[in-house]
């Protein structure tokens, strides 16, 4: 028997699908988003979200605190200027301010509420000027807010660039209408926009196009440049088995200096900053960067940390699996560079000398784990001076593929990894834990790797790279000798901007300081951190540099005593007569063409 509550809940529901039967539609919130640009200064994006058949009594609009991908508090809340609330009438409505990054709306009942706020623009992204006259490069999660609880919902997205500006973006473009759409907020948030008078290029690959958008200009060979692209495209899809999207576009903004930009990945797009000069002199000066942020469409993107499944937005997301995400991505980058033809087994090799130099100079490496440098991220911002899990986390990448491969008498290696993960993660849509990664290779090789990762992801052992590089039928020598320095310091931007000043350094000891801008050493005019480390090298240990910066626009004299640092020189040469064995690992891992050492 049905009881009468059960009843009448029961024809409750047969009313209700009665309704829908006969053609009425059940009312649901709408979004709609538009985007201009104050063109007096062009400082302030101007944003506007329209939300309609609005059925809540308040709405919480809330900015993202940090953008995924760069595991960085940005708090871009405190960017936001004029926020309000109107009705369809223009009459406001009630607003309060409930933090840094949130706005309660008093509704009312009213169906439709139009929200308007500016945005501030940093003078400097880190893949170049995000806004001038002259275009854009916008993220969307530092631009657009997100309504609390309407995030699955898709979204109507209006841009309005400037005369003679196009646009460039992942996001889907209905033609007939010229608007763009996303199927929810974290898709709105994971398409950058680039808008100028950009030039482009697209190629076809398993049937998708990818589009190439370059904003300013520089002399350098397109055709060159679109073919490395189309090599990185087709070995990173082919190695996973696909391209997991229906179109993929690339935003370059091309920086007039020789310092180069950042990068930074989406998931059917890339934004990537380079410098004009490396480009004019080598178009493969971009080849690492660009395959980094496009592999990340798989390790990233799709094959993810727990703690990015799904992303939240107001708060950290804390792993001590960084070193996979980013060191292995970079790991498999050069492989690509390599396997693809792009490098010859000397630049392969180079590389990874270079990185294995990088690492032996950083004193930290007997001081922080790789685990908690991932860990210690959101504390000590990117490109600080501790260890770095791209740096460190390349190295243990290499080093775990071929112990792999030793280990199974070449039968598995971190390709099968990879693969795997891809698969029975990504693929189901979950994200793996810190845990898992061992687990995996363990699962794979049937073999104990408990003390690999005992050793160089969580513990502070030296990494073996002379042992585990003979396992390929590599030699491997390593050079110390002492060198002048001020301790590690890199500065970027035509103001020599300091990002990262170890604090324990000559430099920070004298007083110079993160965001110091540096003008002159002993009255040279500073033009690059190559000039500087030219100069120091002329210095004698004990030495006085005499040193001037600005700090917001006050000079600064230094007097910084010349310390010295154990600088490293790694050498890296192929064996003239490996074993068999050792010569099936050094064919199967490289398998690429080119000369030997």
Same mark, same amino acid.
């Given at each position: 028997?049905?009881?009468?509550?059960?009843r009448k809940?029961?024809?409750?529901?047969?009313?209700?699908?009665?309704?829908?039967?006969?053609?009425f539609?059940?009312?649901?919130?709408?979004l709609?988003?538009?985007l201009? !640009?104050?063109?007096?200064?062009?400082?302030?994006?101007?944003?506007?979200?329209?939300?309609?058949?609005n *059925?809540?009594?308040?709405?919480?609009?809330?900015? $993202?605190?940090?953008?995924?991908?760069?595991?960085?508090?940005? *708090?871009?809340?405190?960017?936001?200027l004029?926020?309000?609330?109107?009705?369809?009438?223009?009459?406001?409505?009630?607003?309060?301010? =409930?933090?840094?990054?949130?706005?309660?709306?008093?509704?009312?009942?009213?169906?439709?509420?139009?929200?308007?706020?500016?945005v501030?623009?940093?003078?400097? /992204?880190? #893949?170049?000027?995000?806004?001038?006259?002259?275009?854009?490069?916008? +993220?969307?999660a530092?631009? @657009?807010m997100?309504v609390?609880? =309407?995030?699955?919902?898709?979204?109507?997205?209006?841009?309005?660039?400037?005369?003679?500006?196009?646009?460039?973006?992942?996001?889907?473009?209905?033609?007939?209408?010229?608007?763009?759409?996303?199927?929810?907020?974290d898709e709105?948030a994971?398409?950058?926009? #680039?808008?100028?008078?950009?030039?482009?290029?697209v190629?076809?690959?398993?049937?998708?196009?990818?589009?190439?958008?370059?904003?300013?200009?520089?002399?350098?060979?397109?055709?060159?440049?679109?073919? #490395?692209?189309?090599?990185i495209?087709r070995?990173?899809?082919?190695?996973? /088995?696909?391209?997991?999207?229906?179109?993929?576009?690339?935003?370059?903004?091309?920086n007039?200096?020789?310092?180069? /930009?950042?990068? =930074?990945?989406?998931?059917?797009?890339?934004?990537?900053?380079?410098?004009?000069?490396?480009?004019? %002199?080598?178009?493969?000066?971009?080849?690492?960067?660009?395959?980094?942020?496009?592999?990340?469409?798989w390790?990233?993107?799709?094959?993810t940390?727990?703690?990015?499944? $799904?992303?939240?937005?107001?708060r950290?997301?804390?792993?001590?699996?960084?070193? @996979?995400?980013?060191?292995? *991505?970079?790991?498999?980058?050069?492989?690509?560079?390599?396997?693809?033809?792009?490098?010859?087994?000397?630049?392969?090799?180079?590389? +990874?000398?270079?990185?294995?130099?990088?690492l032996?100079?950083? $004193?930290?490496?007997?001081?922080?784990?790789?685990? +908690?440098?991932?860990?210690?991220?959101?504390?000590?911002?990117?490109?600080s001076?501790?260890?770095?899990?791209?740096?460190?986390?390349?190295?243990?990448?290499?080093?775990?593929?071929?112990?792999?491969r030793?280990?199974?008498?070449?039968?598995?290696?971190?390709?099968?990894?990879?693969?795997?993960?891809?698969?029975?993660?990504?693929?189901?849509?979950?994200?793996?834990?810190?845990?898992?990664?061992?687990?995996?290779?363990?699962?794979?090789?049937?073999?104990?790797?408990a $003390?690999?990762?005992?050793r160089?992801?969580?513990?502070?052992?030296?990494?073996?790279y002379?042992?585990i590089?003979?396992?390929?039928?590599?030699?491997?020598?390593?050079e110390?000798?002492?060198?002048?320095?001020?301790?590690?310091?890199?500065?970027?931007?035509?103001?020599?901007?300091?990002?990262?000043?170890?604090?324990?350094?000559?430099?920070?000891?004298?007083?110079?300081?993160?965001?110091?801008?540096?003008?002159?050493?002993? /009255?040279?005019?500073?033009?690059? +951190?190559? #000039?500087?480390s030219?100069?120091?090298?002329?210095?004698?240990?004990?030495?006085?540099?005499?040193?001037?910066?600005?700090?917001?626009?006050?000079?600064?004299?230094?007097? !910084?005593?010349?310390?010295?640092? %154990?600088?490293v020189q790694?050498?890296?040469?192929?064996?003239?007569?490996?074993?068999?064995?050792?010569?099936?690992?050094?064919?199967?891992? =490289?398998?690429?063409?080119?000369?030997?050492?």
């Open positions: 028997m049905i009881g009468t509550r059960m809940t029961y024809l409750s529901l047969l009313l209700s699908l009665a309704i829908l039967g006969t053609g539609q059940l009312r649901a919130e709408k709609r988003y538009s201009s !640009i104050d063109q007096e200064l062009y400082k302030i994006l101007k944003v506007q979200i329209r939300v309609e058949e *059925t809540h009594k308040r709405l919480v609009l809330s900015m $993202p605190i940090w953008i995924p991908g760069t595991y960085y508090v940005g *708090t871009y809340g405190k960017n936001v004029n926020f309000k609330a109107l009705d369809t009438s223009g009459d406001t409505l009630r607003v309060e301010k =409930l933090s840094k990054s949130d706005w309660e709306i008093q509704t009312d009942g009213i169906r439709t509420i139009n929200v308007q706020y500016d501030t623009v940093p003078e400097h /992204g880190f #893949m170049g000027k995000a806004l001038d006259s002259t275009g854009a490069l916008i +993220q969307g530092s631009t @657009w997100y609390r609880g =309407l995030e699955k919902l898709p979204a109507e997205v209006k841009i309005l660039p400037p005369n003679g500006w196009r646009i460039a973006t992942g996001l889907l473009l209905e033609r007939t209408t010229g608007l763009f759409s996303a199927r929810n907020y709105l994971d398409c950058p926009i #680039m808008i100028g008078a950009l030039t482009d290029t190629f076809t690959y398993l049937g998708k196009p990818h589009e190439i958008y370059f904003r300013n200009e520089a002399e350098f060979d397109r055709k060159k440049f679109t073919d #490395m692209v189309k090599k495209v070995y990173q899809t082919d190695f996973f /088995g696909g391209a997991p999207y229906d179109r993929y576009v690339f935003q370059f903004t091309i007039t200096n020789e310092r180069g /930009g950042g990068g =930074l990945e989406h998931a059917n797009s890339t934004s990537i900053g380079l410098s004009s000069l490396k480009l004019m %002199q080598d178009v493969k000066n971009a080849a690492g960067i660009i395959a980094h942020e496009y592999l990340h469409l390790n990233v993107k799709r094959l940390s727990d703690q990015l499944l $799904p992303v939240h937005y107001d950290e997301a804390r792993m001590e699996s960084l070193w @996979w995400l980013e060191g292995v *991505t970079s790991y498999y980058a050069d492989l690509t560079l390599l396997r693809s033809g792009i490098w010859s087994v000397e630049e392969f090799l180079d590389n +990874q000398e270079r990185e294995i130099q990088i032996q100079e950083n $004193p930290d490496r007997l001081q922080t784990t790789l685990a +908690q440098a991932g860990w210690d991220v959101w504390e000590d911002g990117y490109a001076s501790g260890i770095s899990y791209y740096n460190k986390g390349q190295l243990v990448g290499l080093l775990l593929d071929l112990t792999v030793k280990v199974t008498s070449n039968k598995v290696s971190l390709d099968d990894v990879m693969r795997y993960l891809y698969q029975n993660y990504a693929l189901q849509s979950r994200g793996f834990a810190d845990d898992d990664l061992q687990q995996v290779v363990e699962k794979l090789t049937e073999k104990d790797f $003390p690999f990762f005992q160089y992801v969580n513990g502070l052992v030296e990494l073996p002379k042992e590089l003979s396992l390929a039928g590599l030699e491997t020598k390593i110390k000798t002492p060198t002048p320095t001020i301790g590690p310091i890199r500065f970027l931007g035509s103001r020599n901007r300091i990002f990262s000043i170890d604090t324990n350094s000559a430099a920070a000891k004298a007083g110079l300081r993160r965001d110091d801008q540096l003008v002159s050493a002993d /009255g040279q005019a500073i033009t690059g +951190q190559e #000039m500087l030219e100069l120091l090298l002329k210095k004698n240990i004990g030495d006085t540099l005499k040193l001037v910066a600005q700090r917001t626009g006050t000079s600064i004299n230094f007097d !910084i005593v010349i310390d010295s640092f %154990q600088k790694c050498e890296i040469k192929l064996m003239q007569n490996p074993s068999a064995e050792q010569l099936l690992i050094r064919n199967s891992w =490289l398998a690429a063409s080119g000369s030997g050492r």
